[in-house]
Antibody
Framework: EVQLVESGGGLVQPGRSMKLSCAAS????????MAWVRQAPKKGLEWVAS????????YYGDSVKGRFTISRDNAKSTLYLQMNSLRSEDTATYYC?????????????WGQGVMVTVSS | IQLTQSPSLLSASVGDRVTLSCKGSQNINNYLAWYQQKLGEAPKLLIYNTNSLQTGIPSRFSGSGSGTDYTLTISSLQPEDVATYFC????????FGSGTKLEIK
């Protein structure tokens, strides 16, 4: 059974940093692109970032480019999202998602999400 | 590509045939998926590549469309189908529609 479990969320002040983790199990992690998708409170879904199988290629949405960094550790089957220079508009539930075989693909499995609140 | 979903809110009765619409600002070339999100839960993939049913999803869900216009159909609405439904395109960039909230009348 595919499982994705996010951790690392919470309350953070504007301008500070936070790192999210996603532990994957139930599939061969290195065979798939992985991604982060977020959802602001009572809002829609927004793709944040994607990463290739070995982590050599990364892709970002315009709203986070230059501030967020996606990475992965295939030996640990873990996906990360380093978030710097956080803003109030980054407040959202962040979902880890399995993306498939390239950066333009659908997400077939999602984690339960982790809440990030950016506030002073 | 921007996606416009309609209606934003839909109220229907159990057993009804329900149709949700998703329109793209450009040709999506059938790279269109549908997700169901129940309150407090993560999104769940229902349909990918316009009309392919994800494993484990009931056959009352189906997708169709081409070009810029796509549809999710529920053939016989069940109480457990109450949720918000999002369309998602992966033809040019990655974008989601704003969602259709489906309620039971």
């Amino acid at each position: 059974e595919v499982q994705l479990v996010e951790s690392g969320g919470g309350l953070v002040q504007p301008g500070r940093s936070m790192k999210l983790s996603c532990a994957a199990s139930g599939f061969t992690f290195s065979d798939y692109y992985m991604a982060w998708v977020r959802q602001a409170p009572k809002k829609g879904l927004e793709w944040v970032a994607s990463i290739s199988y070995e982590g050599s290629s990364t892709y970002y949405g315009d709203s986070v480019k230059g501030r967020f960094t996606i990475s992965r550790d295939n030996a640990k089957s873990t996906l990360y999202l380093q978030m710097n220079s956080l803003r109030s508009e980054d407040t959202a539930t962040y979902y880890c998602a399995r993306q498939g075989y390239w950066e333009l693909d659908y997400f077939d499995y999602w984690g339960q999400g982790v809440m990030v609140t950016v506030s002073s | 590509i921007q996606l416009t979903q309609s209606p934003s809110l839909l109220s229907a009765s159990v057993g009804d045939r329900v149709t949700l619409s998703c329109k793209g600002s450009q040709n999506i070339n059938n790279y269109l998926a549908w997700y169901q999100q129940k309150l407090g839960e993560a999104p769940k993939l229902l349909i990918y590549n316009t009309n392919s049913l994800q494993t484990g999803i009931p056959s009352r869900f189906s997708g169709s469309g081409s070009g810029t216009d796509y549809t999710l159909t529920i053939s016989s609405l069940q109480p457990e189908d109450v949720a918000t439904y999002f369309c998602y395109q992966y033809n040019n960039g990655l974008t989601f529609g704003s969602g259709t909230k489906l309620e039971i009348k």
